[in-house]
């Protein structure tokens, strides 16, 4: 099966890389956004570092989107002083200096440049030091945590050791000792566990209360005992603890733990619900720079590939062939973790998730062999709202990425279950029927009582209906609007003294003919021409002259639609109602009309309670 979302052409040209010269800086300026800025882009050039991008957007919550991933062309930001910015006399395209944010395991340091003058306001958490004494004072914060470290380690050793008098090692003894090194500093702690040495650090383990498994402290324990005991503790964590404080472990652990960690997680939807949130946090946890991971993650999720769509299927849409990217690879977990389980990781009919680049927003999905979602779209495109549907559409003002993945997944959902292939003909769906003989629908289109052409003679009226299947069998725009031409062609209007090209032109069977041809589902701001309560159209060309796809349906279904694109062809019909029911802006399948809510319900597996997502 293979189905082509197409979508409205974009005015908007693909946006690519682009260099800009320096932002003059100015504090307190106008920047206006051009193609191919981002905000950490603007950042760099204003300040001298990417990270300084959350300043830009924390000065303009009206401007920066969705966490700083969208910015809009043309839209002015301010370029606000950070942190300690200072007033120089600036030459032109000279960049700002900055505070510098050093964190340590010692502590959070803001560093004032040389020369810096005045004083910063202070922040909750950051010690401010100037650049020439950084050295001297994390150097005494880290004499003093050594110091402290000593102290730690003999009053472990006694707590946890053996006297002549005393055999027995308390609850106490076990959480004195577990507070002590949890207050260490990262390599102090490391040290200290590994001084105590292995029997010791047994008897602290088997001697903690279960009440202090569930604690902070017991997490930065976690943190530095190393990739064997983070495989084998982790693993047997309950989920109450790690709602509590799992972060706080997952924020201490290496790559390389993280690479252990995955590996002994079981994949898609074999997932428990915990161990979905460890992968959330990590994911959340793993920057931009590293895409490769975030793929990694995201496939371990949701049990399919990420990748670009391959050079020869590309070629074969006359499209390009795309990599995902940090900001979309997160997007798309937002959107699949709400989706049911079995829609998604563990729906057999979808093997991967491809990208390809396009001007404007749409998808496929490839059943049978391939089992693949594709997504195509611009980077500017992943906020932007449904606005060409009409106004009482339901999914007008969804977020187009959002609806188009949800509306794929739709379409895995009907493949695997042959939804439509067995319902397409209920009547509250639009009592669809697939249209496979041209002759048939012209014969239909002709018997109308306002065709002229219908009721034209036998011989004359064959002629007008052969010329009318060949139009419907080119499924060419271009082809049918020469349809007037070829019949006012025909020998026999010289006999009738009329302009047979114009009797054409205006009887209902050419409206029908164009309107058949011509994606009407895009633009669907009338009813369109309907015979016998139906409406017939062409929903998918055919290509190396075979007949397109041709379907009809009850047009007095069309009350209780969601979208004008619902109507293009059976298969659009689920996929449009599967990504309404699931539309996370409100309870789920409310904005449905009650007929089509109860049938969708009696036809899909919907799980119960409210959608659950990866958070801890």
């Known amino acids: 099966m293979s189905d082509k979302q197409r979508r409205p052409e974009s005015n908007q040209e693909q946006s690519a890389e682009v260099e800009h010269e320096f932002i003059p800086s100015a504090l307190g300026s106008q920047y206006t956004i051009v193609r191919g800025d981002t905000l950490s882009g603007i950042a760099k050039r204003a300040y001298g570092a990417a990270r300084y991008w959350r300043h830009l957007m924390d000065a303009n919550p009206d401007k920066v989107r969705r966490g700083g991933d969208l910015i809009v062309v043309g839209d002015e930001l301010t370029m606000p002083p950070v942190g300690g910015v200072f007033d120089v006399d600036f030459e032109p395209f000279t960049v700002a200096v900055v505070l510098e944010e050093v964190r340590t395991p010692y502590g959070n340091f803001l560093v004032l440049p040389v020369g810096y003058e005045g004083e910063p306001e202070p922040r909750e958490g ?25 102290a730690a380690l003999l009053s472990a050793q006694e707590l946890l050791s053996y006297s002549p008098f005393d055999w027995v090692i308390t609850d106490q003894n076990a959480v004195d000792v577990l507070n002590l090194v949890a207050a260490l500093p990262v390599p102090q702690r490391q040290a200290v566990l590994e001084k105590i040495g292995a029997e010791m650090l047994g008897r602290l383990l088997s001697n903690l209360p279960s009440a202090s498994l569930q604690t902070v402290e017991y997490a930065k324990l976690v943190v530095v005992l190393g990739i064997e005991h983070v495989q084998a503790r982790l693993m047997q964590i309950e989920s109450q603890f790690l709602r509590g404080h799992g972060e706080v472990i997952l924020a201490g652990l290496t790559d390389a733990h993280f690479d252990v960690l995955i590996a002994v997680l079981p994949d898609g939807s074999e997932l428990l619900e915990w161990q979905e949130a460890i992968l959330y946090s990590i994911f959340q946890m793993v920057p931009d720079s590293n895409v490769a991971r975030l793929e990694m993650l995201f496939e371990k999720r949701f049990s399919m590939d990420l990748k670009a769509m391959s050079a020869a299927d590309a070629a074969s849409q006359e499209v390009s062939s795309v990599s995902w990217d940090a900001p979309q690879i997160r997007r798309l977990w937002e959107v699949l973790m709400y989706l049911p389980e079995a829609d998604v990781e563990g729906n057999e009919e979808i093997d991967s998730m491809e990208r390809y680049g396009s001007s404007s927003m749409g998808g496929w999905f490839w059943g049978g062999e391939k089992d693949q979602i594709a997504m195509g779209f611009d980077t500017h495109q992943l906020d932007e709202p449904v606005s060409w549907m009409e106004p009482d559409d339901v999914v007008q003002g969804d977020v187009y990425f959002d609806q188009a993945l949800r509306h794929e997944v739709g379409h895995a959902v009907d493949e695997r279950d042959g939804i439509m292939d067995s319902c397409m003909q209920d009547k ?23 065709s002229v052409l219908g009721a034209l003679e036998s011989a004359e009226r064959t002629q007008v209906r052969d010329c009318l299947i060949a139009c419907m069998t080119s499924s060419s725009m271009a082809v049918g609007e020469t349809f007037p031409e070829q019949v006012g062609a025909m020998d026999f209007w010289a006999s009738k003294k009329q302009d047979g090209a114009e009797v054409a032109r205006e009887d209902p069977v050419f409206e029908q003919l164009i309107y058949a041809l011509g994606d009407a589902w895009y633009n669907d701001d009338q009813i369109g021409p309907v015979v016998g309560g139906r409406i017939y159209q062409m929903a998918y060309p055919g290509s190396d002259g075979a007949v397109g796809d041709w379907y009809s349906y009850q047009v007095s279904a069309k009350k209780h639609r969601v979208s004008s694109y619902q109507w293009r062809a059976p298969g659009e019909w689920f996929a449009e109602v599967y990504a309404t029911y699931y539309d996370p802006r409100k309870e789920r399948g409310s904005q449905l009309a009650a007929p089509i809510r109860t049938w969708f319900e009696s036809k899909v597996s919907v799980p119960e309670g409210p959608p659950q997502g990866d958070e801890l």
């Open 126 to 150: 950051w010690t401010i030091v100037h650049e020439v004494e950084f050295e001297a004072v994390k150097q005494a914060r880290v004499d003093q945590a050594n110091v402290d470290a000593e």
């Open 428 to 450: 509250v769906c639009g009592n669809w029927q697939e249209e496979t003989t041209m002759g048939s629908i012209a014969d239909v289109w002709l018997g109308s009582k306002s």
